[in-house]
């Protein structure tokens, strides 16, 4: 499946770059964007499978357009910047990117990385993983279990659980004996009834829920 990616990074040349990098790999760039507020103009007119977008950008940052692409559904967001600074981590978690990789991937993990998120899976750079995680461990733990993770029902806590634990769809389909197709819909009805964003952001709730040790 050829995916159409939205390039949106204030560098031409990082750009260029980029277009090359991913045009080799049944990836097809249809536009790009020098900042945020033109990242948003461009996904409500081409419809792009992904954005790629940078962090720090003039006027509109990649964070907040990040927030208006999630909000009005226009596509998936897969953040690619330089900074691994928690703030720009987490910032992209809550405004609903469904990845984040460093400018220094390889090649072959960008290919992956944006084929995964066009999948409606997860992607996280390897550097920021285990902050993520030690991130999650120290949260405090809620006096009560939460009220909207205690109405799903047992599939959908198995569901939640393995997205704790990072598990892809197929995963998922694997580990439960489902169709993948079924899992997809069992994810969607789960961020839906969690009123989540993204599968890290559940994957969030899972992990302070304790439930990804189930």
């Given at each position: 499946?050829?995916?159409r990616?939205?390039?949106?990074d204030?560098?031409?040349?990082?750009?260029?770059?980029?277009?090359?990098?991913?045009?080799?790999?049944d990836?097809?760039?249809?536009?790009?964007?020098?900042?945020?507020?033109?990242?948003?103009?461009?996904?409500?007119a081409l419809?792009p499978?992904?954005?790629l977008?940078?962090?720090?950008?003039?006027?509109?940052?990649?964070?907040?357009?990040?927030?208006?692409?999630?909000?009005?559904a226009?596509?998936?967001?897969?953040?690619?910047?330089?900074?691994?600074?928690?703030?720009?981590?987490?910032?992209?978690?809550?405004?609903?990117?469904?990845?984040?990789?460093?400018?220094?991937?390889?090649?072959?993990?960008?290919?992956?990385?944006?084929h995964?998120?066009a999948?409606?899976?997860?992607?996280?750079?390897?550097?920021?993983?285990?902050?993520?995680?030690?991130?999650?461990?120290t949260a405090?733990?809620?006096a009560?279990?939460?009220p909207?993770?205690?109405?799903?029902?047992?599939?959908?806590?198995?569901?939640?659980a393995?997205?704790?634990?990072?598990l892809?769809?197929?995963?998922?389909?694997?580990?439960?004996g489902i169709?993948?197709?079924?899992?997809k819909t069992?994810?969607?009805?789960?961020l839906?009834?969690?009123?989540?964003?993204?599968?890290?952001?559940?994957?969030?709730?899972?992990?302070?829920?304790a439930?990804?040790?189930?």
């Open positions: 499946m050829t995916v990616v939205l390039v949106a204030d560098h031409a040349a990082i750009r260029a770059g980029l277009r090359a990098l991913l045009e080799s790999a990836i097809e760039v249809v536009g790009e964007a020098a900042d945020g507020a033109t990242a948003v103009r461009n996904a409500r419809r499978d992904v954005v977008m940078d962090v720090r950008m003039p006027g509109t940052d990649g964070i907040d357009a990040t927030r208006t692409i999630v909000a009005e226009l596509a998936e967001v897969l953040v690619l910047t330089t900074f691994d600074l928690d703030e720009y981590v987490f910032g992209a978690v809550r405004a609903g990117a469904a990845g984040f990789l460093l400018k220094s991937a390889s090649a072959g993990a960008l290919h992956a990385a944006v995964a998120v999948r409606g899976e997860g992607a996280l750079a390897p550097e920021v993983t285990r902050r993520m995680l030690d991130a999650f461990r405090a733990a809620p009560e279990p939460d909207v993770i205690a109405e799903l029902t047992e599939r959908e806590r198995e569901v939640l393995g997205l704790g634990r990072g892809s769809n197929a995963d998922l389909a694997g580990e439960l169709s993948e197709s079924t899992a069992h994810v969607s009805r789960v839906g009834k969690l009123g989540v964003a993204s599968r890290m952001e559940a994957a969030v709730l899972a992990r302070r829920a439930l990804d040790e189930m």
